[in-house]
């Protein structure tokens, strides 16, 4: 969308608004109103596709890239990690040792390799060398374990993993699984002992040349897989998400652009690099943009301050969560000592948003909105406070993004006479969706390994015969000036601490604890909260469940955000006409234990399931219980 097109859609729009009856001159106060907004929005966003269209017609990949910012820029700081300083040519030494040593190991090019590592530059090196080679890291998320881990590696058909000396014991209960998975285990330490039957990468890698990969690099082309990154959707198992390199090219590059980074700033990223938003968005703008990033093994709401003003960030990033958690620390020297000029990321409520900026004196907040796995984002460019993003008024056929009537019981789009479906009107809220276009980066689709999968993503036949949209299963709100709000998300998914939980894998891992009992899982909202809390609803007529004994058992199969923080046990089984059970009604009620009989009980800091008393409840409700 070019500057001088938006320009004369705008003109066109205003008089068009002009000769109407009725709405306006709200029309034109709207258009009015947004045009300086929209015009700095589409010069951002010509600057994005530009850059795009340059490097994929010139052939280049990530890693292309890269290599060719360390060549031009070797001594400069690419990352900084516990006071540790990581050059560009450090990397690239690193990335191609590793890409030259994986190059003599039995595998074809695109076969995917596990990675599972903490938070490190060399978690950078491992999966960008495995690029130059020709495979796909396949970044798992660090807090899977047993069957889940299992599925994840499967998943992406995983011909071998790489994991961290720490994460020796996960790896171990699931080899015997997966056959013929080759294992490499990397070290932070000198002489740690290797897994039994795990080859030793840090000795392995150690003499092997560092020389560019130019004949392999070249092999590379924009739309080749680069990573897999894993979500949960909208049900089912994690997926592993297909990011090609354009893909990684346009989410990092577009949040560069879009808030105006500069290769001057240094960001401050302490989220997961298995995620899109610490390991693409973040990582992404040393690897493309020669943004030094400061990364962090884990995030510390106490350090975090602490470290920008030690590190001297200019930029972090966040996610709604931890928000939240700085706010609860006590008032300190760094609060407002730092030098953070722009915070970016996803999920910050509007009720915390204006206290947040008030106490740490952040002068931008670059909110944004985008599924992993999606072709349809949005950024906030203007600091409107609970805003997502936006769309130009008068750009929705040069932006083909929508909201969609979805009927609340199914959340399926309500479709009129002719089988297409309806557009929201502003300030209704429906489900997202972007248009599929294949030839157009910003469009494309990518979908997941597995192809049932993406189909189940897709919508046809939306606004024409024939046409395709993705399907984000989040439910949004415009208002009359083109912004977007997110409101919830359909399907059986819900967000608790920065991470998708899918209801269904956890009812599966639920029942399979308590002796296959009827369980149904579903998130609850908790005041004061971002994102929603499991919430496990149990059939248990003859009282027969232990509650100790599934306390114990979710934690030996479960990751921490995914275990249900409240369990209700039924008595009697709530199920409609047909037999369905009315998990919506469970979900209204929640664990408001004045409305319920039932007993109820929450996962307390111990890790031990207790009953869930009057006292209690109004100390989660009142915010002074510790979630």
């Not at 297909?242 to 960001?267: E, K, P």
């Not at 700085?326 to 204006?354: A, E, Q, S, Y």
């Not at 979900?587 to 800091?605: A, E, S, W």
């Amino acid at each position: 969308m070019a500057v001088h097109e938006l320009v004369i859609a705008a003109l066109s729009a205003l008089i068009g608004a002009y000769l109407l009856t009725g709405n306006r001159r709200r029309v034109v106060y709207a258009l009015y109103k947004t045009l300086p907004r929209d015009i700095l929005g589409a010069y951002r966003f010509v600057r994005v596709n530009l850059l795009l269209w340059w490097w994929e017609t010139r052939g280049f990949t990530v890693a292309r890239v890269f290599s060719r910012y360390a060549a031009a820029n070797p001594e400069k700081i690419a990352f900084i990690f516990e006071d540790k300083e990581w050059t560009y040519r450090e990397l690239e030494e690193y990335s191609n040792r590793l890409g030259r040593y994986f190059r003599t190991k039995s595998l074809s090019r695109g076969d995917s390799v596990a990675v599972i590592m903490e938070s490190r530059p060399e978690y950078v090196g491992t999966w960008l060398g495995l690029s130059k080679a020709g495979f796909v890291g396949a970044l798992i998320n660090t807090n899977l374990r047993q069957d889940v881990l299992v599925h994840s590696m499967k998943a992406a058909n995983c011909k071998a993993v790489i994991f961290g000396s720490e994460f020796k014991e996960a790896i171990r209960e699931v080899t015997d699984k997966i056959p013929g998975l080759s294992l490499y285990q990397w070290s932070e330490l000198p002489d740690t002992t290797c897994l039994e039957g795990a080859t030793d990468l840090n000795t392995e890698i150690s003499s092997i040349d560092s020389a560019p990969l130019v004949h392999d690099l070249a092999l590379g082309t924009p739309r080749d897989k680069l990573i897999y990154i894993y979500t949960s959707g909208t049900t089912g198992m994690p997926k592993a998400a297909v990011i090609t390199n354009l893909r990684y090219m346009l989410m990092s590059s577009g949040v560069h652009f879009m808030l105006n980074l500069r290769s001057t700033d240094r960001i401050y990223d302490s989220l997961p690099l298995y995620h899109t938003a610490g390991g693409l968005i973040g990582v992404g703008q040393a690897l493309l943009r020669g943004v030094t990033v400061v990364l962090r093994r884990r995030f510390s709401a106490s350090k975090f301050w602490p470290d920008c003003v030690h590190y001297e960030c200019t930029i972090a990033q966040y996610i709604g969560e931890i928000c939240r958690y700085l706010l609860t620390v006590p008032p300190g020297p760094c609060d407002t000592k730092h030098k953070v000029r722009l915070m970016f990321g996803n999920g910050l409520r509007p009720h915390i948003w204006k206290p947040f900026v008030e106490r740490f004196g952040v002068k931008q907040i670059g909110e944004f909105y985008g599924a992993t796995e999606g072709n349809s984002n949005l950024v906030n460019i203007d600091n409107k406070i609970g805003a997502v993003g936006f769309v130009p008024l008068c750009a929705g056929s040069l932006y083909p993004v929508a909201l969609l009537k979805v009927d609340e019981e199914t959340g399926e789009p309500v479709r009129g006479p002719d089988g297409l479906c309806m557009r929201c009107e502003p300030g209704e809220p429906g489900i997202f969706v972007g248009k599929i276009n294949p030839k157009k980066v910003v469009n494309d689709f990518s979908g997941y390994v597995d192809r049932k999968a993406s189909e189940q993503k897709i919508l046809r036949d939306v606004f024409k015969k024939g046409d395709r949209v993705f399907n984000s299963g989040d439910i949004l709100v415009m208002d009359e000036f083109g912004y977007f709000y997110f409101k919830d998300r359909t399907g059986d998914t819900f967000r608790w601490r920065g991470e998708n939980v899918a209801t269904s894998e956890v009812e599966a891992v639920v029942s399979n604890v308590i002796g296959l009992k009827d369980a149904a899982v579903y998130g609850v909202e908790v005041p004061m909260i971002e994102g929603k809390a499991g919430m496990a609803a149990i059939y248990d007529p003859d009282n027969t469940l232990n509650i100790k004994e599934m306390g114990d058992g979710l934690k030996k199969c479960l990751p921490s955000y995914a275990r249900p923080l409240f369990v209700r046990v039924l008595s009697e089984l709530p199920l409609t006409g047909k037999c369905f059970l009315k998990k919506k009604d469970l979900q209204d009620v929640g664990f408001d234990i004045r409305k319920i009989t039932d007993p109820v009980y929450f996962l307390d800091n111990s890790g031990v399931y207790v009953k869930l008393t009057e006292q209690l409840y109004n100390d989660i409700i009142e915010g002074r219980a510790r979630l």
